[in-house]
């Protein structure tokens, strides 16, 4: 939950540094150094959510399938 969190936390950081960059674009006076940094810390912050991700639920697709299965292995082990 903290990763999730603080990578969100990244994320707007980044954006907030990739703005800072186009408005001193605007002004014809580029600082490169926002934007590598916006960018950078935007990639930390999705690795950040990627770490933090729950895992995927078991999926009900096959539990018919499943089922029968696991019955003829419980007949056969008798």
Not at 17 to 34: E, H, K
Not at 59 to 65: G, H, K, P, Q, V
Request: charged residues 25%; glycine residues 8%.
């Amino acid at each position: 939950m903290f990763k999730w969190q603080f990578g969100q936390f990244l994320i707007l950081m980044g954006l907030i540094g990739l703005i800072v960059f186009i408005m001193t674009d605007q002004v014809r006076a580029p600082n490169y150094l926002f934007f590598c940094s916006g960018v950078l810390v935007i990639l930390m912050g999705v690795y950040m959510m990627w770490l933090g991700r729950n895992p995927p639920q078991p999926s009900e697709r096959f539990r018919l399938l499943r089922k029968r299965t696991e019955k003829r292995a419980e007949k056969e082990k008798k």
